[in-house]
């Protein structure tokens, strides 16, 4: 899809050198579909005020932390999931925990889902796995009371996390389960955040996610595979241990640039896909960490490397449900998945921080939300919050047994 013709605003629409595939005929559908969005939008709308329907968002994410309809049977083995990406969501939009909630319902069923094995699974009495192990920690963070914190279980989560290290680096997505960069990844989150790092569990990780950059510059699942979303993963993992002087950094920045639609202004997961808003953050998150690490070269101290006004564009026109909610792309439905990660909105309105903080709001003050971490995907106080807690407590110490590879 390397050509395209310039669309109205100086976008530019996808030119398929008359040779028409599947893909570029997909491609040119969506463009259709947010086309008629963004003009429909400018014929009705002369002040052009775009507007984040906070109070809409806010009742469908408190209906949902409250009571889920059958439809989310299919997510029974994701509900701390569910758990994270509404508490997420309410946190970014500066919404206050609903009262028909009690935060310590929330913390007693996520100890329901710790494994005694230690971490935790998809629900309660389920076997344990590092995503949902990855999104209770979070979500225990950002509730953030001693009663959260101390429902994580420090010395079985360390046992669990050695039972899935694997000697080349890498690490199991579960026992007996697939490796891809995402486990690595959901091991260093949650042991940086509860202060149970050690050298031997990370010894050759950072060299086995380097490996999984490749010719595009992106990262794949595991070495030798396409570059994808999961990019994001191998690249906060390799921040969190210190270790992302190991990437080509240039050659990253190239790719996922890239990843950003030059018609509709959100961002694709992987070359020739499809735009999706939950790529606002798992894509455009990799910004600001590579930022961070091309800190010396000659980068803007105002903005980050990609368009922020016209990724808003796309999220505030094109994935807000008009009943709250946000979705993929026009019609889609909305989910909480799509609510929590178009929220990557924060991405685009936040640059740098202290005396480097810069808003980059598109529409009315109102659509600011506030800043996330880009490495864990939570606020930044309640990063702070969780490692002061849990650096009062030393790393526990195992037995050798429960270390051995």
């Known amino acids: 899809m390397a050509g395209a013709a310039p669309g109205p605003g100086g976008r530019r629409r996808l030119r398929d050198d008359g040779l028409r595939t599947c893909t570029s005929a997909e491609q040119s559908k969506v463009e259709d579909i947010v086309q008629e969005v963004y003009a429909a939008y400018k014929t009705n709308h002369h002040s052009s005020q775009y ?84 999104a209770a920690v979070n979500a225990l963070c950002i509730i953030g009371t001693e009663e959260a914190f101390n429902v994580i279980d420090r010395k079985k989560l360390l046992e669990y996390l050695y039972s899935l290290k694997q000697p080349d680096g890498s690490f199991l997505m579960h026992v007996g389960g697939e490796v891809d960069v995402r486990s690595a990844y959901c091991a260093a989150s949650v042991a940086s955040l509860t202060n149970i790092m050690t050298p031997a569990l990370f010894a050759g990780t950072a060299e086995w996610i380097a490996r999984c950059q490749n010719w595009e510059g992106g990262i794949g699942g595991v070495p030798g595979m396409e570059a994808r979303g999961y990019t994001f993963c191998g690249v906060a993992a390799l921040v969190i241990l210190k270790q992302e002087h190991l990437l080509n950094l240039r050659s990253l920045l190239h790719w996922v640039t890239g990843r950003q639609m030059r018609f509709e202004g959100g961002f694709q997961g992987r070359c020739n896909k499809l735009v999706d808003g939950c790529y606002s953050f798992w894509q455009a998150g990799l910004l600001p960490l590579l930022h961070r690490a091309l800190h010396a070269r000659a980068l803007s101290m105002a903005h980050w490397m990609f368009d922020q006004l016209a990724m808003q564009e796309y999220i505030l026109l094109c994935c807000q449900c008009p009943a709250g909610g946000l979705l993929d792309k026009p019609g889609k439905s909305r989910d909480f998945y799509h609510t929590c990660y178009c929220h990557g909105l924060a991405i685009a309105q936040h640059f740098g921080r202290g005396d480097l903080h810069n808003e980059v709001v598109l529409g009315i003050p109102e659509n600011c939300l506030q800043a996330t971490h880009p ?10 919050r969780a490692v002061m807690h849990f650096l009062q407590y030393p790393v526990p110490s195992l037995d050798p047994a429960s270390t051995a590879q």
Do not use: M
């Not at 984040?52 to 029974?76: I, M, N, P, S, V």
């Not at 758990?83 to 069923?109: G, K, N, R, T």
């Not at 490495?375 to 702070?384: D, G």
């Open 375 to 384: 490495v864990y995907n939570i606020a930044p106080e309640k990063v702070a």
């Open 51 to 134: 507007v984040l329907q906070r109070e809409k968002h806010f009742h469908y994410l408190k209906r949902g932390l409250r009571q889920l309809t059958e439809a989310y049977e299919c997510l029974d083995a994701s509900r701390p999931w569910l758990c994270y990406w509404i508490l997420h969501s309410l946190e970014l939009l500066d919404e206050p925990i609903p009262d028909s909630v009690a935060l310590s319902d929330v913390c007693q069923f996520l100890r329901r889902c710790q494994s005694p094995q230690g971490g935790f699974g998809g629900g309660p009495g389920q076997h344990p796995h590092l995503a949902p192990t990855y």
